[in-house]
C-alpha cells in the first residue's frame, strides 16, 4: 500500500489541535507525552494497523496497548478521528461517569484493548494477547507503546526477556524515547545510554529511529524481522510540535493558560497552511 507522508503529516496536526481543545474543556491532559507519541500513533492508525471501526471488535485484528497510559489524551483524539466514536465525545474527558478517563479502561469505549493506570504492565498484558493469537492461529499484530521513564519498572524487563524467549514476531515493542518523564529528564534519574545495545542483548531487532518522522517510522516497520523480538527505540521529542512545549520539564502535565492555547493554535495553523500550500 503506497504511503502519503503529507497525509499523515496533515492528521497529526489535527489531531494535536484537537488534543488541546480537548485540554482546555477538561482543564487537565499529559500533552507533553501526547505529542510525543502522536506520529506513531498517527502511523498506525491511519496506515499500518488492520483494523475496522465497524467491527472494532473483530478476532484478527491489529491491537495497540498504550502502556504509558498518562498520555490518553492524544490517544482518544486519534480514536475518535479514526472513527472508533464520536469526536464530541470527547468533551467528556476525565468528566465523571464518561468513557474517556484520564487512563484507559478495556472495553469503556471501541478502539480501548487495554486498561493502564500503574506503567509497567502493557507489555506483559501484550506478551498474552501475541502468545494466545499464536496458539489460536489468528494472524494478527500487537504494538506496545511504552515510555521511557516507564522502563523503570522491573516488570518492563521481566517480559522483554518473556518476549524475546518466545521470540514473538507479532508483537512490536515500541519505546517512546523523548527523555522526560514526570518530574525531571530521565537522564538525571536513571540513565538509559545505549539502550537499543542492552534491548539487543537480550536478543533482540532493536533499532533506533527518529520518531516524529514519518519516513523514518516507516522505513523501521519494513525492518522488522519474522522469527524474531522487535524492538523500536522511537527517539522523540516531548512536546513535540508546539515550540514552547517542546523538550520541556513541565509540560509533562502542565495546563495551557489562555495565551499558551493561542499560541499553540496559531503555530499548529500555520503548519496546516504550510502543508496545504
Not at 517480559?159 to 530521565?186: E, P, R
Request: hydrophobic share 40%.
Amino acid at each position: 500500500m503506497d504511503i502519503n507522508y503529507k497525509k499523515l503529516e496533515k492528521i497529526a496536526v489535527s489531531l494535536r489541535r484537537e488534543s488541546i481543545e480537548v485540554q482546555r474543556i477538561a482543564g487537565s491532559g499529559h500533552l507533553g507525552g501526547a505529542f510525543s507519541a502522536m506520529e506513531i500513533l498517527t502511523y498506525l492508525y491511519f496506515y499500518k494497523m488492520n483494523i475496522d471501526v465497524l467491527n472494532p471488535w473483530k478476532e484478527d485484528r491489529d491491537i495497540f496497548i498504550l502502556s504509558k497510559g498518562h498520555a490518553s489524551i492524544g490517544y482518544y483524539a486519534t480514536l475518535a478521528e479514526r472513527g472508533f466514536f464520536p469526536k464530541e465525545e470527547l468533551k467528556t474527558y476525565r468528566k465523571i461517569n464518561s468513557r474517556l478517563q484520564g487512563h484507559s479502561h478495556i472495553d469503556s469505549a471501541p478502539g480501548i484493548e487495554c486498561s493502564t493506570g500503574s506503567l509497567g504492565q502493557g507489555l506483559s498484558f501484550g506478551i498474552g494477547i501475541a502468545l494466545g493469537s499464536k496458539k489460536k492461529g489468528i494472524n494478527k499484530k500487537v504494538y506496545v507503546m511504552l515510555g521511557d521513564g516507564e522502563l523503570q519498572e522491573g516488570q518492563v524487563w521481566e517480559a522483554l526477556m518473556l518476549q524475546s524467549k518466545l521470540k514473538l514476531d507479532n508483537l512490536i515493542t515500541i519505546i517512546d524515547f523523548n527523555g522526560i518523564q514526570l518530574d525531571d529528564y530521565v537522564e538525571n534519574i536513571i540513565p538509559m545510554n545505549n539502550l537499543s545495545e542492552r534491548i539487543k542483548s537480550f536478543g533482540f531487532n532493536a533499532m533506533d529511529i527518529d520518531g516524529n518522522d514519518f519516513k523514518d517510522i516507516h522505513k523501521a516497520f519494513s525492518r522488522l524481522k519474522q522469527g524474531e523480538a522487535n524492538l523500536i527505540v522511537a527517539h522523540t521529542v516531548k512536546g513535540k510540535g508546539i515550540s514552547f512545549m517542546e523538550n520541556s520539564v513541565a509540560w509533562h502535565s502542565k495546563k495551557a493558560d489562555e495565551n499558551e492555547y493561542k499560541k499553540a493554535m496559531e503555530e499548529l495553523e500555520e503548519k496546516e497552511a504550510a502543508l496545504n500550500g
